[in-house]
């Protein structure tokens, strides 16, 4: 399994976020993990990728545990947060070489012209990342997510802000990505869920309420609406 989560709790102070939450995603699967604001899903995302502790439970990616060994689990995995930090003076491919140079890799220049070119950013590359419409943006913090050639990617709201033709692209391109790589997504957009994901799963009130394949699920949009309504 590329993702392993056993009885995961987080707490702030005397609030639970997240409540005895466990599941697992294999090797090239696409999963939607949805769920109402504050139902503990980004918070969730943020301990898969190492960013926040967890209060207690295991989570491992790769079979690697995250707790005990952050940085090699931060290589393996690609993470878009839904609100995606960037450095607006810096240089579209200025900033990917920088990213590259972080992960310390090999011929950088080659892996940013590859990227640049699979997020289509050729067009941008030579802009200032302040300049850019929030689509682009979204486009570079995906280049940024996948530069290394993660074998996990976690991506919080990944299309927000992109126009009609630019959704079509980016969801073909997670779509594809998703041959190869394991996929977590999070997106409040159930066409989306239905075009490039495989199966769901549902958080609510920091527990799993729902894991299921998408073809088992007659009315996607009704069925989230029925779990979460209260």
């Avoid at 080659?110 to 300049?131: P, Q, T, W």
């Amino acid at each position: 399994m590329s993702v392993e989560i056993q009885n995961l709790y987080k707490h702030y102070g005397e609030q639970e976020a997240v409540s005895d939450v466990s599941f697992s995603v294999p090797d090239g699967q696409i999963t939607a993990f949805l769920g109402p604001n504050g139902a503990g899903k980004s918070t969730t995302m943020k301990i898969i990728t190492g960013y926040i502790p967890a209060s207690s439970g295991e989570v491992k990616v790769c079979d690697l545990i995250v707790s005990t060994e952050n940085l090699e689990t931060r290589k393996k995995i690609g993470y878009l947060p839904e609100h995606n930090p960037l450095y607006d003076e810096m240089y579209v491919r200025e900033y990917l070489e920088f990213v590259g140079g972080i992960y310390k890799l090999s011929d950088i220049s080659s892996k940013v012209d590859d990227v640049i070119n699979r997020v289509g950013l050729s067009l941008e590359k030579h802009k200032k990342i302040g300049a850019l419409s929030k689509g682009y943006k979204q486009r570079v913090g995906l280049a940024q997510a996948i530069i290394h050639n993660p074998e996990v990617l976690i991506l919080d709201e990944p299309t927000s802000g992109l126009d009609p033709n630019q959704l079509v692209e980016i969801r073909t391109l997670i779509k594809n990505i998703g041959k190869e790589k394991t996929v977590i997504l999070s997106t409040h957009i159930m066409q989306e869920v239905e075009a490039i994901c495989d199966r769901i799963i549902i958080i609510n009130k920091g527990k799993i309420v729902a894991d299921k394949l998408i073809n088992e699920i007659e009315n996607l949009e009704n069925y989230f609406k029925e779990l979460t309504k209260n």
